[in-house]
C-alpha cells in the first residue's frame, strides 16, 4: 500500500434529488474518464463520494459533477472537504448505507425514454415487447419505494431476482443500465395476468397483449395496471362502450381523457402549441387539456368523452405496456383512473379483482407491487397569454418540493383541506407535497390518505413534532389533525383556508419578503374567521403580516353540502331581494321546494362571500347547470360559453357589470345587473363574457383604490383559463402579477400555504430577536393569531 501521508482525499456529499436518476453510473464513469480512484454511494443523506486526488483534480471533479449532472436530478445542497487520507486502487460503487434517519428528496416516477422505447421496437433486441422495460433514466421510482435510499432491495423490485444477463448488464460501466435499480427483462421481470369475471384466462405477457387489443375492438372495457394504479381502458371511438363506461362508473358527464398512440394523432383530433408538445413528451408525460377540432366525430367521440366541453384531455403512452397496446390497436382509447365515483385510484391486485369487475370486463394484473398510488397529473395552458396551468399534481411531479427555503428544523405535517386533498410533510429542512389524494369526504379517501401518510412516518422513521391543519371543524383534515396530534402529544394549530392559499403563492413567487402585496383567494368554500364561508377574499400583505381587506358582500349560505352541489341553490340565494328573480327561478324547483327553500334565505345564519357559488349562481341563471354531475363543472361550463363569445367577436369588450357600492363588493348588485340582462334576453354568450370580465375589473379597482401594484392568486376559481387570460390582457400592464407556477390554485396547495404560513411566521419571530425560551412559549398563539 502506497504511503497514506502523501495522499490527499475529499470527500463529496450532494443532496437533492440524486437517487433513482443515474448519479452513481455518472460519477463513476466520470472517475474512470478522469483516472480517479475512489467510491460513490447512496446513503440516507443523500449522494457521498470519496476519492484520491491532488487539490485542482479535486476541484475540476468536484465542479464537472455537479455542473453535468444527470438531466433528472436537482442538487439542493453540496460541499467538498479533505478528509483523513485513504488510499484507493480503483473506482467503486459500493453499498447503501444509511446514516440515521433519512434525508432526501424522493424521486417521482418517469415516463418510459426514447432509447427504451427504441428497444422495446427492436426486433432482436433481448427486450424486443417486453412491456416493462426500464433503465436508469425512466420507469417506477415513488410509486414502488418503500424505504431509503433508493436501492433495488428497498423497493418492490427486491421480489425479482436478475437472471445472468441482467446481473451482467447491472455490473458493466459499459452498459446503459449499469446500476439501474428497476433491470429486469422477460426472462426474470414482471408478469401479467388476465382475468375475466370467473378466473385467470391468461399468463404469458405477450398473449395478454394480444387479447387486451382484441378486446378494445370488441368494445370492451378493460382495467390495466399501470405506474400508480390501474386505468380503465376502452376505444375513444366506441359511442355504446363509453356510454357503458359512464354508467358502470357512476360518471354521467365529466369529462374523460384520452391516450393516443402518438403526437400525429392527437393533432389530428386537436391543436397543438410548442409548449403543449413539449409537456406531453416530457418525463412527466401528464395529461394536457387541448382545444379540440371541429368535425373529428370519425376519430373520437367528442361529444360522449368531454361533454359540452371544448377542452380534451390528450396524453401519450408513458409506460411500455401503453405503448405496446396503442402501438398495435392504432387508434385512441379512453383512459381514466379506474375507481367508481370519488373514490380513490384502485392500485393493489386483490382490492381490483374484488372490486373492479363492477366497471370492467377483463382486469389485467401484474406482480410488481405499488407502495404509494398516483393519478395521472393534469394541466393546462390559457389560450392568449400561454400561462400554465396545474389542475392535478401526481404522477411525474409529486411529492418533492424543491422552490421554497424552509426556515424550520422541525418535523411538521400540513394535512390541506377537504377537496382536492394533499399533504405537506417538512423534514429536515426537505419539504414534500404529497400527490393529490382526491376527496376526503369519502371513507374510502380518508383510508388512502391516512395510509400514505403513515408512510411517509415510516419511510423517514420520524414523527411530526408540530401539525398545521384547516380551521374548517368538520373536514377530515382537521379531524385527523387533531387525532393525530392527541395520539402523538403534539400540538395543533390551525390556519385559514385562505391565508393557506395567499401564503402558498406568496412562497412561488419569493414574495414572503416583498412588501404590499394583493392577494386575491377566490374559491367555493373556505371556513372564515367569523364563522362564515369565505371565498371571494382580498388580503393585504405587508411586513409578513396578513390582513383580509375586502370581500364580496355576504349572502346565505344553506342547506349544507347541498348548495355546492346544486348551482340552483346559490341562483336563490345570491338573488334574495331580487324581484326579478323569482320568474327565472321558480322552475327551477318543485312547488313544495319553492315555498320551503325561499323563507329560508332570510332564517339562514350562515353567510358566503364565495365568488365559486357566485359563478354556480350565473351558470343557473343561463340555465347551463342546475345540479352538477361533478365539482366545478357549473363553473366550466360558465368559462365554456365566455371563451366562445371572445373566440367570435375578439378578446375586447367595454362592457361590465358595476359591482361596487358604498360598503365595498356588492354580491346583490352584482346579480341584479346580470338578471335584468338576462331578463332582457341578452346573450348567455354575452352574459358570460361580460361577467368574466367585470370580475377582472373588480380586481383592478381594489388594487387602484388601495394604490398596489403586486397583486397574486390563489383558489380554484383562477383555473379558469378565460379569467386568466383577461387578467393578463387588461392588468398586465399595469400591474404585476402572480399566479401558481408548480402547484395547482385549487385546494391542493392549501396543505403546502399552512406550512409556508406557520415557517414564515416563525422566521419572522425570530427576526424580531425573540429569545428561544419566549418563542417556545409563544410560538402557538401567535400563529393562531397571525
Same mark, same amino acid.
Given at each position: 500500500?502506497?504511503?497514506?501521508? @502523501?495522499?490527499?482525499?475529499?470527500?463529496?456529499?450532494?443532496?437533492?434529488?440524486?437517487?433513482?436518476?443515474?448519479?452513481?453510473?455518472?460519477?463513476?464513469?466520470?472517475? *474512470?474518464?478522469?483516472?480517479?480512484?475512489?467510491?460513490?454511494? $447512496?446513503?440516507?443523506?443523500?449522494?457521498?463520494?470519496?476519492? @484520491?486526488?491532488?487539490?485542482?483534480?479535486?476541484?475540476?471533479?468536484?465542479?464537472?459533477?455537479?455542473?453535468?449532472?444527470?438531466?433528472?436530478?436537482?442538487?439542493?445542497?453540496?460541499?467538498?472537504?479533505?478528509?483523513?487520507?485513504?488510499?484507493?486502487?480503483?473506482?467503486?460503487?459500493?453499498?447503501?448505507?444509511?446514516?440515521?434517519?433519512?434525508?432526501?428528496?424522493?424521486?417521482?416516477?418517469? #415516463?418510459?425514454? !426514447?432509447?427504451?422505447?427504441?428497444?422495446?421496437?427492436?426486433?432482436?433486441?433481448?427486450?424486443?415487447?417486453?412491456?416493462?422495460?426500464? &433503465? +436508469?433514466?425512466?420507469?417506477?421510482?415513488?410509486?414502488?419505494?418503500?424505504?431509503?435510499?433508493?436501492?433495488?432491495?428497498?423497493?418492490?423490485?427486491?421480489?425479482?431476482?436478475?437472471?445472468?444477463? &441482467?446481473?451482467?448488464?447491472?455490473?458493466?460501466? %459499459?452498459?446503459?443500465?449499469?446500476?439501474?435499480?428497476?433491470?429486469?427483462?422477460?426472462?426474470?421481470?414482471?408478469?401479467?395476468?388476465?382475468?375475466?369475471?370467473?378466473?385467470?384466462?391468461?399468463?404469458?405477457?405477450?398473449?395478454?397483449?394480444?387479447?387486451?387489443?382484441?378486446?378494445?375492438?370488441?368494445?370492451?372495457?378493460?382495467?390495466?395496471?399501470?405506474?400508480?394504479?390501474?386505468?380503465?381502458?376502452?376505444?375513444? @371511438?366506441?359511442?355504446?362502450?363509453?356510454?357503458?363506461?359512464?354508467?358502470?362508473?357512476?360518471?354521467?358527464?365529466?369529462?374523460?381523457?384520452?391516450?393516443?398512440?402518438?403526437?400525429?394523432?392527437?393533432?389530428?383530433?386537436?391543436?397543438?402549441?410548442? !409548449?403543449?408538445?413539449?409537456?406531453?413528451?416530457?418525463?412527466?408525460?401528464?395529461?394536457?387539456?387541448?382545444?379540440?377540432?371541429?368535425?373529428?366525430?370519425?376519430?373520437?367521440?367528442?361529444?360522449?368523452?368531454?361533454?359540452?366541453?371544448?377542452?380534451?384531455?390528450?396524453?401519450? =403512452?408513458?409506460?411500455?405496456?401503453?405503448?405496446?397496446?396503442?402501438?398495435?390497436?392504432?387508434?385512441?382509447?379512453?383512459?381514466?383512473? #379506474?375507481?367508481?365515483?370519488?373514490?380513490?385510484?384502485?392500485?393493489?391486485?386483490?382490492?381490483?379483482?374484488?372490486?373492479?369487475?363492477?366497471?370492467?370486463?377483463?382486469?389485467?394484473?401484474?406482480?410488481?407491487?405499488?407502495?404509494?398510488?398516483?393519478?395521472?397529473?393534469?394541466?393546462?395552458?390559457?389560450?392568449?397569454?400561454?400561462?400554465?396551468?396545474?389542475?392535478?399534481?401526481?404522477?411525474?411531479?409529486?411529492?418533492?418540493?424543491?422552490?421554497?427555503?424552509?426556515? $424550520?428544523?422541525?418535523?411538521?405535517?400540513?394535512?390541506?383541506?377537504?377537496?382536492?386533498? +394533499?399533504?405537506?410533510?417538512?423534514?429536515?429542512? @426537505?419539504?414534500?407535497?404529497?400527490?393529490?389524494?382526491?376527496?376526503?369526504?369519502?371513507?374510502?379517501?380518508?383510508?388512502?390518505?391516512?395510509?400514505?401518510?403513515?408512510?411517509?412516518?415510516?419511510?423517514?422513521?420520524?414523527?411530526?413534532?408540530?401539525?398545521?391543519?384547516?380551521?374548517? =371543524?368538520?373536514?377530515?383534515?382537521?379531524?385527523?389533525?387533531?387525532?393525530?396530534?392527541?395520539?402523538? /402529544?403534539?400540538?395543533?394549530?390551525?390556519?385559514?383556508?385562505?391565508?393557506?392559499?395567499?401564503?402558498?403563492?406568496?412562497?412561488?413567487?419569493?414574495?414572503?419578503?416583498?412588501?404590499?402585496?394583493?392577494?386575491?383567494?377566490? %374559491?367555493?368554500?373556505?371556513?372564515?374567521?367569523?364563522? $362564515?364561508?369565505?371565498?371571494?377574499?382580498?388580503?393585504?400583505?405587508?411586513?409578513?403580516?396578513?390582513?383580509?381587506?375586502?370581500?364580496?358582500?355576504?349572502? =346565505?349560505?344553506?342547506?349544507?353540502?347541498?348548495?355546492?352541489?346544486?348551482?340552483?341553490?346559490?341562483?336563490?340565494?345570491? &338573488?334574495?331581494?331580487?324581484?326579478?328573480?323569482? %320568474?327565472?327561478?321558480?322552475?327551477?324547483?318543485?312547488?313544495?321546494?319553492?315555498?320551503?327553500?325561499? =323563507?329560508?334565505?332570510?332564517?339562514?345564519?350562515?353567510?358566503?362571500?364565495?365568488?365559486?357559488?357566485?359563478?354556480?349562481?350565473?351558470?343557473?341563471?343561463?340555465?347551463?347547470?342546475?345540479?352538477?354531475?361533478?365539482?366545478?363543472?357549473?363553473?366550466?361550463?360558465?368559462?365554456?360559453?365566455?371563451?366562445?363569445?371572445?373566440?367570435?367577436?375578439?378578446?375586447?369588450? %367595454?362592457?361590465?357589470?358595476?359591482?361596487?357600492?358604498? $360598503?365595498?363588493?356588492?354580491?346583490?348588485?352584482?346579480?341584479?345587473?346580470?338578471?335584468?340582462?338576462? &331578463?332582457?334576453?341578452?346573450?348567455?354568450?354575452?352574459? #358570460?363574457?361580460?361577467?368574466?370580465?367585470?370580475?377582472?375589473?373588480?380586481?383592478? *379597482?381594489?388594487?387602484?383604490?388601495?394604490?398596489?401594484?403586486?397583486?397574486?392568486?390563489?383558489?380554484?376559481?383562477?383555473?379558469? +383559463?378565460?379569467?386568466?387570460?383577461?387578467?393578463?390582457?387588461?392588468?398586465?400592464?399595469?400591474?404585476?402579477?402572480?399566479?401558481?407556477?408548480?402547484?395547482?390554485?385549487?385546494?391542493?396547495?392549501?396543505?403546502?400555504?399552512?406550512?409556508?404560513?406557520?415557517?414564515?411566521?416563525?422566521?419572522?419571530?425570530?427576526?424580531?430577536?425573540?429569545?428561544?425560551?419566549?418563542?417556545?412559549?409563544?410560538?402557538?398563539?401567535?400563529?393562531? /393569531?397571525?
Amino acid at each position: 500500500m502506497k504511503n497514506e501521508k @502523501n495522499i490527499n482525499t475529499f470527500h463529496i456529499h450532494i443532496c437533492g434529488l440524486v437517487q433513482g436518476v443515474g448519479f452513481r453510473p455518472f460519477v463513476y464513469k466520470l472517475a *474512470n474518464q478522469a483516472h480517479i480512484n475512489g467510491w460513490v454511494n $447512496n446513503a440516507s443523506d443523500g449522494l457521498h463520494v470519496e476519492f @484520491n486526488a491532488d487539490k485542482l483534480t479535486a476541484q475540476k471533479f468536484y465542479a464537472e459533477i455537479i455542473h453535468q449532472a444527470p438531466a433528472l436530478s436537482k442538487i439542493t445542497n453540496h460541499k467538498m472537504t479533505p478528509v483523513q487520507a485513504h488510499y484507493f486502487d480503483s473506482f467503486k460503487i459500493v453499498q447503501s448505507k444509511t446514516y440515521g434517519q433519512p434525508d432526501l428528496m424522493l424521486t417521482p416516477d418517469f #415516463a418510459m425514454c !426514447e432509447e427504451c422505447k427504441k428497444e422495446l421496437w427492436e426486433t432482436g433486441n433481448r427486450r424486443f415487447v417486453y412491456p416493462f422495460i426500464t &433503465c +436508469t433514466n425512466c420507469g417506477p421510482r415513488y410509486s414502488i419505494t418503500d424505504s431509503l435510499p433508493y436501492d433495488r432491495e428497498n423497493t418492490t423490485m427486491r421480489f425479482f431476482a436478475m437472471c445472468d444477463t &441482467c446481473n451482467e448488464e447491472y455490473s458493466d460501466v %459499459d452498459k446503459r443500465r449499469y446500476y439501474s435499480q428497476t433491470n429486469s427483462c422477460s426472462d426474470c421481470g414482471i408478469a401479467m395476468s388476465m382475468f375475466d369475471t370467473r378466473n385467470e384466462i391468461a399468463h404469458d405477457n405477450a398473449v395478454i397483449i394480444g387479447k387486451i387489443i382484441d378486446a378494445l375492438y370488441s368494445g370492451k372495457i378493460l382495467a390495466v395496471k399501470g405506474i400508480g394504479g390501474y386505468l380503465l381502458l376502452c376505444d375513444a @371511438n366506441n359511442e355504446q362502450t363509453i356510454r357503458l363506461m359512464r354508467q358502470r362508473k357512476h360518471r354521467p358527464t365529466k369529462p374523460f381523457a384520452v391516450m393516443f398512440p402518438d403526437i400525429k394523432a392527437i393533432r389530428e383530433v386537436a391543436f397543438v402549441r410548442e !409548449e403543449e408538445a413539449k409537456a406531453l413528451h416530457s418525463v412527466v408525460a401528464p395529461i394536457i387539456l387541448l382545444f379540440a377540432k371541429k368535425n373529428i366525430d370519425d376519430k373520437i367521440c367528442t361529444k360522449e368523452i368531454i361533454p359540452r366541453l371544448s377542452r380534451l384531455g390528450a396524453m401519450l =403512452p408513458y409506460t411500455p405496456l401503453y405503448d405496446l397496446v396503442l402501438s398495435a390497436f392504432k387508434r385512441p382509447i379512453v383512459a381514466t383512473s #379506474a375507481n367508481i365515483s370519488d373514490s380513490p385510484i384502485v392500485y393493489e391486485n386483490e382490492d381490483a379483482l374484488r372490486s373492479l369487475f363492477s366497471v370492467a370486463d377483463f382486469i389485467i394484473t401484474n406482480d410488481r407491487e405499488i407502495v404509494v398510488p398516483q393519478d395521472d397529473s393534469v394541466m393546462q395552458f390559457t389560450k392568449m397569454s400561454r400561462q400554465k396551468i396545474i389542475i392535478r399534481r401526481s404522477r411525474g411531479l409529486a411529492p418533492s418540493w424543491f422552490n421554497y427555503d424552509c426556515q $424550520n428544523d422541525k418535523t411538521i405535517l400540513a394535512t390541506g383541506a377537504l377537496l382536492k386533498s +394533499t399533504f405537506t410533510f417538512v423534514n429536515r429542512k @426537505n419539504v414534500y407535497v404529497s400527490q393529490y389524494l382526491g376527496s376526503t369526504e369519502s371513507y374510502d379517501a380518508q383510508c388512502a390518505y391516512t395510509k400514505t401518510v403513515d408512510h411517509y412516518f415510516r419511510l423517514f422513521d420520524q414523527l411530526p413534532a408540530m401539525i398545521l391543519t384547516d380551521s374548517h =371543524p368538520r373536514y377530515f383534515s382537521n379531524q385527523f389533525a387533531k387525532k393525530t396530534g392527541s395520539d402523538f /402529544n403534539v400540538d395543533v394549530v390551525e390556519i385559514q383556508h385562505h391565508h393557506a392559499h395567499f401564503a402558498a403563492v406568496l412562497a412561488e413567487n419569493n414574495l414572503l419578503c416583498t412588501p404590499s402585496v394583493l392577494g386575491v383567494v377566490w %374559491d367555493g368554500t373556505g371556513f372564515g374567521d367569523d364563522g $362564515n364561508i369565505w371565498g371571494g377574499e382580498f388580503f393585504i400583505y405587508d411586513n409578513n403580516c396578513m390582513q383580509r381587506s375586502a370581500h364580496f358582500s355576504y349572502f =346565505p349560505f344553506m342547506l349544507g353540502d347541498k348548495m355546492p352541489r346544486e348551482p340552483r341553490i346559490s341562483a336563490l340565494t345570491t &338573488c334574495t331581494d331580487i324581484p326579478a328573480a323569482a %320568474d327565472l327561478l321558480r322552475n327551477k324547483f318543485t312547488p313544495a321546494e319553492w315555498q320551503l327553500y325561499r =323563507p329560508m334565505r332570510g332564517q339562514s345564519a350562515l353567510k358566503c362571500s364565495s365568488v365559486g357559488r357566485i359563478f354556480d349562481a350565473v351558470a343557473s341563471l343561463l340555465n347551463l347547470s342546475d345540479r352538477q354531475s361533478y365539482e366545478g363543472e357549473a363553473a366550466m361550463l360558465l368559462q365554456e360559453l365566455a371563451f366562445k363569445y371572445f373566440e367570435q367577436h375578439g378578446w375586447i369588450i %367595454d362592457e361590465c357589470y358595476p359591482a361596487e357600492d358604498d $360598503n365595498g363588493i356588492s354580491t346583490k348588485l352584482l346579480m341584479e345587473q346580470i338578471v335584468n340582462d338576462v &331578463c332582457q334576453n341578452k346573450s348567455p354568450e354575452f352574459i #358570460a363574457a361580460k361577467f368574466h370580465f367585470s370580475l377582472v375589473q373588480i380586481i383592478k *379597482n381594489m388594487a387602484n383604490r388601495i394604490a398596489i401594484k403586486k397583486i397574486a392568486f390563489s383558489g380554484g376559481v383562477f383555473v379558469n +383559463t378565460v379569467l386568466v387570460d383577461l387578467l393578463q390582457m387588461y392588468l398586465g400592464r399595469d400591474f404585476e402579477l402572480f399566479f401558481h407556477k408548480e402547484l395547482s390554485p385549487n385546494d391542493e396547495n392549501v396543505s403546502f400555504g399552512q406550512f409556508v404560513y406557520y415557517d414564515n411566521k416563525i422566521k419572522s419571530i425570530k427576526d424580531n430577536t425573540v429569545t428561544k425560551m419566549e418563542l417556545h412559549k409563544r410560538e402557538a398563539e401567535e400563529i393562531i /393569531n397571525y
